[in-house]
């Protein structure tokens, strides 16, 4: 924790990278990678975020950005609205509501032997796929595939993930794991 500081002022968290070997510690690396970026990532934390379309809800998760995406194809005309794009001056917009499953008596358990993910392997996710999509310009299924990969090597370097499920929710694990689907119940 000595290494993490942050200025309520510009709302900034800084990290100190100085000394950890990235190649072991993939969070750190994630880290590295979208503050080296060309484009400008941006961590929302709470009920609600700014996109280019205004201020919308975030039950739990946002993980907005400039790219096309063929999710929208269906639409008429396709494509995305306002409300699925980050607001203006950045590309990639993550949000997480962390009072949404404590809040309105919706609790989260899980479906499987392990439990539920730890939070901060969300926090790890989304910014992984939020990459994916803006840096390699994968379009979702391949970017949320590309960042459950990652965090499968986050959890080979840290053991004690493993009694979690995945914070990428959804994909199945390999089968000498448990899977790590989740639901909601209201
Ligand atoms: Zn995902």
Do not use: C
């Not at 080296?36 to 946002?62: C, F, H, M, Q, W």
């Not at 494509?79 to 794009?85: A, E, F, H, W």
């Not at 008596?105 to 499987?112: A, D, M, V």
């Amino acid at each position: 924790m000595d290494r993490i500081s942050y200025d309520s002022n510009s709302k900034t968290i800084t990290v100190d990278l100085t000394g950890i070997n990235l190649e072991s510690n993939e969070g750190a690396k994630l880290l590295q990678e979208v503050v080296s970026a060309e484009d400008r990532y941006d961590l929302s934390v709470g009920d609600t975020v700014e996109t280019l379309g205004g201020i919308v809800g975030v039950n739990p998760v946002k993980n907005l950005d400039r790219n096309p995406d063929s999710r929208y194809n269906y639409r008429n005309p396709p494509g995305k609205i306002p409300t699925d794009l980050p607001k203006f001056g950045i590309d990639a917009q993550v949000a997480y509501n962390p009072n949404y499953y404590n809040g309105f008596g919706i609790s989260q358990r899980s479906l499987t032997t392990a439990q539920i993910p730890l939070e901060y392997t969300v926090y790890f996710h989304e910014p992984a796929e939020a990459y994916a999509k803006v840096q390699n310009t994968l379009q979702y299924a391949q970017a949320h595939a590309r960042a459950h990969d990652r965090e499968r090597r986050l959890r080979e370097q840290r053991p004690l993930l493993r009694l979690h499920n995945f914070g990428s929710g959804g994909l199945a694990d390999d089968p000498a794991k448990p899977a790590n689907n989740t639901i909601i119940r209201r």
